[in-house]
């Protein structure tokens, strides 16, 4: 069995070590004892050879780069070692939560990588918009939108200076893209995966070595991505935890491994349901959304996460992205920065198809930096954009099976594989 192990940084490089570096606790937090590391079991994925690179996320939350040691092929396991996570802050009296109309989600201590924007004095609430005559008042949160019965919209998820720093990286990105191919994108749309090491910027490995030797694997781990990976990855964190903490049903009905998963899920392009559920033992392993996305237990759609650019006129048609739950967070505001656009959503779910008649039941333009949450079978288009520039941030994923497509199931891990079609050529 092979062993590596790691030294962490957040944004710069850190000198060979050979022991674990721990995170510095804020002053807020009393300073504890370095936790000893732990093991984590990693296998090396499809596509990925001994010798290459690999993203690893840690259950701390970071997003690290291991070299799959010599002699491993796709599916072997190895070993890493990692800093323990942090013990949970004590939970806020009621007078910290506050109140108000809207259920608030409880902020996390400042030690957790989650932690939402202070400047969106609304972050944490969440609102349940109906998507048809009324809300459907039957049963919970997560099969309500599993019905396709509301949208969830969640403010302040991302500060200003994140959703600024993303639509900058974006639109360089984009330039890029057109650069590549020689000619603007089909549509007026960009669509930029933000793993996408040619748009978004390679992940370094060392200081002036893009790849370490394997020698070299066993005595450090390196270190960092681009800011626009662990900006996004932090962003979907943040989102999951308000998921896990103020609407758990979510993971209940829609991701967790139970009975009934299968006819929980929406359906495929073809009109059917899974046929094949994730492993039972998945529901203990990973009782959380937090959780599955840290096991890489997750399955995404083509190229996402994602980032997608509109420019005057540019619009993605009625469709359903046929995976559990969508996040889509816009990155620039209404009337500011464009004029027209926002998201059409049209009720019926499943019996609604992708070429629907009339208008949509429901048009959303929200804030930046507010995230808008729904479930597969909606049917949805981004409008056209009358004027400006709109951005938005999407993900669509579901629990991971075995009979997901080999290359949906890294997420921000390595770089997509994707259509030619996909970006809007």
Known sequence: MHMLWLALASHAFLSASPSIRARVAPPSIAATAEAEPVRMRVTVPAGVAAGDPL??????????????PAGLQTGDPFDILVPALPPPPPPLSAAQAGGGDLP??????????????????????????????????????????GRGACI???????????????LSAALSARSAQVERRGKPPSRGRARLPVSEPSLFGRARVGRGSRRPSAASSQQRCLLTTGDSVETCEEVLLRVLDLCDEAMPSLHETLFAPREGWQERQPRNAQGSQPEVPPPPDLAERCPSLRDLYMAAELEWSEGEPAI??????????????????????????????????????????????????????????P?????????GDVTHAGLPVAGGLRSVFVASFSTRTPASPPDRVHGLQMAPSVSPQFGGG
Do not use: C, M
């Not at 403010?155 to 993303?166: N, Y």
């Not at 656009?341 to 070429?355: H, I, K, Q, Y």
């Open 152 to 166: 969830l919209r969640v403010p302040g998820v991302v500060s200003s200076d994140e959703a600024a720093a993303l």
């Open 104 to 145: 608030l989600v409880l902020s996390r201590a400042e030690l957790e990588r989650s932690q939402l924007p202070a400047d969106a004095p609304e972050a944490g609430r969440f609102e349940e918009l109906p998507l048809g005559p009324q809300l459907e008042p039957r049963g919970s949160i997560g099969e309500r939108l």
């Open 308 to 365: 997608n650019v509109y420019t005057s006129d540019g619009y993605f048609g009625a469709h359903k992205d046929h995976l559990a739950l969508t996040v889509l967070i816009p990155l620039t505001a209404p009337s500011t920065d464009f004029e027209g656009g926002g998201t059409g959503f049209w009720a019926g779910n499943s019996a609604v198809g992708e070429d629907p008649r009339g208008p949509p039941d429901l048009v959303l333009a």
């Open 55 to 68: 993203h690893v996320s840690t259950p701390a939350g970071e997003l690290l780069i291991v070299t799959v």
């Open 367 to 375: 804030a930046a930096g507010t995230a808008l949450l729904f479930g």
